[in-house]
Structure formats: C-alpha cells, structure tokens
C-alpha cells in the first residue's frame, strides 16, 4: 500500500532582539495551519465473528494544526 500525496502549510513569525549580551529570538509557528487530513501511515486488523475472518484497514493521520512558541538565545 502507498500512502496518498498530502499538502500542508506551515508559518513562522521570528523577531530578533540585540543586546548588549547576544542576541534573543522569540519565534511562534503553526504546523499544518490549514488543518489538512495527511496520511502518515495505515493501520490492519483482524477480527473473527461467527467463524468468519474479518480484515479492516485504515489511515493514521498526522496532527491536524500544531501551534510552537518559543525562544532562542545566542551569545
């Protein structure tokens, strides 16, 4: 089995703060800002009712939107 295409788009804001000491950055982003259903994967399973073999399959999907905040500091 082949996974289908997916689309996903991902955003970052960055601002930078100079200082005597180094150089701060302060960072916020979205992953999959649109919420898009990606395939990352597939499950299968089997079951057994009233002596019948039953195969069921399907999708793992990756997050839907993703939001990171955070810092970096460099000096």
């Given at each position: 089995?082949?996974?289908r295409s997916y ?69």
């Amino acid at each position: 089995m082949c996974l289908r295409s997916y689309q996903r788009v991902d955003v970052r804001w960055t601002k930078y703060f100079h200082t005597a000491a180094g150089r701060l950055s302060v960072f916020g982003e979205v992953y999959n800002l649109l919420g898009t259903k990606n395939p990352r994967g597939f499950w299968r399973d089997a079951t057994v009712k009233d002596r019948q073999v039953l195969l069921s399959t399907g999708e793992i999907h990756q997050w839907p939107r993703l939001p990171v905040a955070g810092f970096s500091w460099q000096f």
